[in-house]
């Protein structure tokens, strides 16, 4: 299969030879209706505020009931007994956590990651106490030490 290094812009039709650094794919636009695009999406953003971030927040919360459901409701620490969501974070059993979402660049991209590839040796779940608990304490929540 041949592929083509060129797009045809969707408006005017000309012949699109450049690529975009990102995908390595030509663009769908010409330069100057490429501009035009993105003024249009940055006014729609602008007058779209409250239902984008409604969205977000509906996809967030989504995502961590997704994990939540795969890792379990309950805190994982045998001390507590914490099943309130609201109170329920991801935790890395062997640490590490700040790198992977550094190195995923984004906190849903890691938790998508951890969705996708079930993994309990490496994630649990714990209430907030015992995760900042545990990172505090040297990998102990300070449960377990009582």
């Given amino acids: ?3 083509q290094n060129f797009k045809y812009c969707h408006w005017c039709k000309i012949k699109v030879e450049e690529i975009n650094s990102r995908t390595g794919q030509p663009y769908s636009h010409c330069a100057k209706h490429r501009a035009e695009k993105t003024n249009i999406r940055k006014k729609w953003d602008s007058n779209n505020r409250k239902s984008i971030a409604a969205k977000a ?3 967030n919360k989504n995502l961590r009931s997704k994990f939540f459901n ?3 409701h309950k805190c994982a620490c045998s ?3 914490e099943a ?4 329920m974070t991801i935790d890395h059993i062997q640490g590490g956590g700040i790198e992977h979402r550094k190195e995923s660049g984004s906190n849903n991209k890691m938790i998508r990651e951890a969705i996708a590839k079930y993994r309990p040796d490496l994630y649990q779940s714990l209430c907030w106490n015992c995760n900042c ?3 505090a ?3 102990i929540c300070p449960h377990l030490e009582e």
């Fill in 1 to 3: 299969m041949v592929t």
């Fill in 57 to 59: 927040r509906r996809y």
């Fill in 70 to 72: 795969m890792y379990g």
């Fill in 79 to 81: 001390g507590c007994s």
């Fill in 84 to 87: 309130n969501i609201k109170f």
């Fill in 133 to 135: 608990g545990h990172s």
């Fill in 137 to 139: 304490n040297g990998g």
